[in-house]
């Protein structure tokens, strides 16, 4: 019913630039807090960026300059613009939300199913 659909990951050379994106999907009354993570091979999970919905922004400290996370509230969506991509940003980066579906209202969190980014020559 609810969920979240990410979508910009793909292939890019070092030194590139990519733009994830992030949209909620079904009846939902309220989005809170979004953000990105990411996941490297044999690695957990970590930040990369959260943002509030009054725009509050949070990194991680080593992506701080390098990357750039934004919302568009009219529209449900996060972004993260991902800039002098490097070999070790490789990962699957994954959307996540407090959303408020209609059917509960309850303000739950969400994951996205995970985008690819491979950063290559």
């Known amino acids: 019913q609810v969920q979240l659909v990410e979508s910009g990951g793909g292939l890019v050379q070092p030194g590139g630039s990519l733009r994830l994106s992030c949209a909620t999907s079904?009846?939902?009354?309220?989005?809170?807090?979004m953000g990105w993570y990411r996941q490297a091979p044999g690695k957990q999970r970590e930040l990369v960026a959260i943002?509030?919905?009054?725009?509050?922004?949070n990194y991680a400290d080593s992506l701080k300059g390098r990357f750039t996370i934004s919302r568009d509230n009219a529209k449900n969506t996060v972004y993260l613009q991902m800039n002098s991509l490097k070999p070790e940003d490789t990962a699957v980066y994954y959307c996540?939300?407090?959303?408020?579906?209609?059917?509960?209202?309850?303000?739950?969190?969400?994951w996205g199913q995970g985008t690819q980014v491979t950063v290559s020559s």
């Open positions: 996540n939300a407090d959303l408020r579906a209609v059917l509960t209202m309850v303000l739950k969190n969400y």
């Open positions: 079904g009846s939902i009354s309220e989005v809170g807090t």
């Open positions: 943002i509030s919905r009054r725009g509050n922004t």
